[in-house]
């Protein structure tokens, strides 16, 4: 059973990478937790100087680390917004 979950895991981890243009999740950041206002203005200071896929991330990560507070359906739509912002429209 293990052997299987690691081909699946595998074959997620190609299928992501084969895209290239998609934004891969932080896997260091995975334990970290920050609080989500200085994290969502984090995002938009991002936004603000065009680093659309790093503010990307970052809306992400607000609603990964804060999934039931106001903040992440805020998060969600600016997470779009960037990726729209960088031409993404498949990922937005």
């Known amino acids: 059973m293990?052997?299987?979950?690691?081909?699946?895991?595998?074959?997620?981890?190609?299928a992501a990478s084969a895209s290239g243009d998609a934004i891969a999740p932080?896997?260091?950041?995975?334990?970290?937790?920050?609080?989500v206002g200085p994290l969502y203005n984090k995002g938009l200071e991002q936004m603000q100087s065009g680093e659309y896929r790093t503010a990307a991330k970052t809306f992400s990560e607000v609603e990964r680390q804060h999934p039931y507070s106001a903040w992440a359906?805020?998060?969600?739509?600016?997470?779009?917004?960037a990726q729209y912002q960088r031409n993404a429209y498949d990922e937005a």
């Open 26 to 35: 932080d896997l260091d950041a995975a334990d970290k937790t920050e609080p």
């Open 2 to 14: 293990s052997n299987l979950l690691d081909r699946g895991s595998s074959t997620s981890t190609q």
């Open 73 to 81: 359906t805020k998060a969600q739509l600016m997470q779009a917004y």
